[in-house]
Nanobody
Framework: VQLQACGGGLVQAGESLTLSCAASGGTFSDYAISWFRQDSGKEREFVGG????????YYKDSVEGRFTISRDNAKNTVYLQMNSLKSEDTAIYYC??????????????????WGQGTLVTVSS
């Protein structure tokens, strides 16, 4: 499976941005898709993920209520809608595909495939 993340950019604090993760080369609906982010000098962290079947999404506490993940299996695409962006949301955002147990959805090691990352910069 190949993942292509896009949609990053420079925005002001409080503004919104939507990232897309398009998949090819596999059966998209077989995989949970999660978003991770990594800021300079920091470890990659889980932002949110959406399960493969019924589509329930899970989020990092600090983005809950501001970010929304959705998936369109017909388009092989997952979206990360980010509202009320804050300067601390600045990072490179990666999408990843895997089949983690719910308890391991935040574990980077549980994902088989990764997109190349897209940079989100939020200026205050």
């Amino acid at each position: 499976v190949q993942l292509q993340a896009c949609g990053g950019g420079l925005v002001q604090a409080g503004e919104s941005l939507t990232l897309s993760c398009a998949a090819s080369g596999g059966t998209f609906s077989d995989y949970a898709i999660s978003w991770f982010r990594q800021d300079s000098g920091k470890e990659r962290e889980f932002v949110g993920g959406i399960r493969r079947s019924w589509g329930r999404a899970y989020y990092k506490d600090s983005v809950e209520g501001r970010f929304t993940i959705s998936r369109d299996n017909a388009k092989n695409t997952v979206y990360l809608q980010m509202n009320s962006l804050k300067s601390e949301d600045t990072a490179i955002y990666y999408c990843a595909a895997g089949r983690p147990a719910l308890s391991a959805i935040r574990d980077t090691g549980m994902y088989y495939y990764w997109g190349q990352g897209t940079l989100v910069t939020v200026s205050s």
